[in-house]
């Protein structure tokens, strides 16, 4: 899910870092106005992105398979706006330890993996109104579903629109829709993934839920 | 292996705040370049850095292993799925030409583009880096996240691995069922999660008493860095050389 070097033309890996700036400039602007200072915002968003990176360690059985968890959405609930900075420097430690991503592709995989932190944090917002353990599974669900999916979608059409000619517009819808559906099973499993530990979180230490 | 260390210590010594930008437009260029003609440049160019940086072959193909599966679902897609004339007829399976072309392209660039990319973060030391990278431009508190986040990747995953053992030595079984390994998995993940918030915290005090974020703080941090060597400045100019004539070639040939 995260695109390597190489893959992409040097525009949009420009563009890529211009849209990561803006919106890391916006989400430490937020961050910053609801009362959170640099240190807070160094401390939680560095010792978090540091959990979560050994957390993808951790493998989800997937039948035959098994899979790690992109955790897009449980860094958005857990973290709101610091999650988007907290994920560029964990795919930037993926990409100089693993190999997992890029440093030219670093922009472009930010946007699509912390957009996708933005985007299942709003959408948990917006599930969770009622206070209890359902709404908790409910709305963890479908932050961890919406997460993986926005992701591979993102990545998805980044990598069909951007290989250059010869594959007709059809063939290109197609081959999104083909990976989306692909990825169907990994966005239930890590929507599930994601409910529970919310779950769980809400019964031992219900401050970490934002 | 005594020349291979000299030869890594040319690119250790080659100065933080030039080796990062020089390296990074180098392998920007590399990537922009799509004319098949140019593509034999980017495995030479890779190649001759590679030689250079003294990193051992091992640790370069080691570091190739996460990208080629990625590549190889890219080439399968463009070899089939490409618009032109067949090469090969396999049964209902048509491998296309401009495809196998592009395929070919895409895996030397990627390739190519990464090597740079192994260079540049294997050949960085570690001591002193973050203030270079301030001194880069790059945002204080990225950087900052960046240092703290390696920091504690160590800690935590040592915890990780401590909760590992102490399950295995109560002798845990990974049973075949969903439920029982999503039993066993999810309070272990938020297990972590919850030591992280709580390391979080302290951390966090922990700044706040070290004055972090105050201008003196700043101020005392924000030690002047010595001087680039010429040998540094000259391989500088060298890259960014290289790197802006791979783009003139590009748009030129692309032009024509």
Redesign the interface.
Known sequence: M??????????I??AGYAGSAVL?WIC?KKARSSNE???????????????????S??H??L?PASVH?ILAG?MGI?LGWISF??I???L??Q??M???G???TLGVNALSMGGAGLLAWAMYRLFRRKSGERAILVSGFVAGFAGVSFAVIAVGSV?ILT??A???AG?EVS?VLAMAAAHLPLALAEG??TA??AR??LR??PD?LM | MLAQTRRMRVFENWDTTLKIPAL?LL??????I?DQHLIPLLPCIAAILFIASGIPLSLLLS?????VV??LF?CV??IL????EALLRIGPVVL?S??AI?ALN?CV??????TV??I??HTTPLPGLSAKLKKMLI?H??V??????????M???E??SKMRTARKLRGYVPGKS?SR??GV??????T??????Q???R??NA??MRG??SSAAEEERGSALERPSVSSLLMFLVTVALSVLLIILEITVETA
């Not at chain 1, 695109?3 to 992409?8: K, Q, R, S, V």
């Not at chain 1, 200072?37 to 050994?54: E, H, L, P």
């Not at chain 2, 900052?144 to 990747?153: A, L, P």
Request: proline fraction near 7%; glycine fraction near 10%.
């Open positions: 995260h695109i390597p070097d190489g893959m992409l033309p040097g525009e890996c420009a890391t430490i200072d640099t240190a807070g915002i160094v401390s939680r968003a560095s010792v978090m992105a540091a959990a979560f990176f050994v957390v360690w951790i989800i059985p039948p968890p449980l857990l900075p907290a560029l420097v964990g930037f430690f990409a100089a693993f190999g997992h890029g440093f030219t990598l290989i250059p010869y594959i007709n063939t081959a599930v993934f529970l530990v769980f979180l031992v230490k970490m | 990074f392998m920007m260029s590399m990537a922009l799509r570091r190739f292993r996460a990208p990625f590549l890219v897609f463009l799925f490409s618009e032109g296309k401009q495809g592009l895409t660039r990627v390739l190519s583009v990464i990319g192994i540049m973060i945002p508190i990225l900052d996240i960046g240092v703290m986040t390696g920091r504690y990747i800690v935590i995953g915890d990780y969903l390994r999503f998995i999810v309070p272990t993940a938020a972590l999660l919850i030591k992280g918030f390391q979080s915290e951390v966090f700044m706040r972090y974020g």
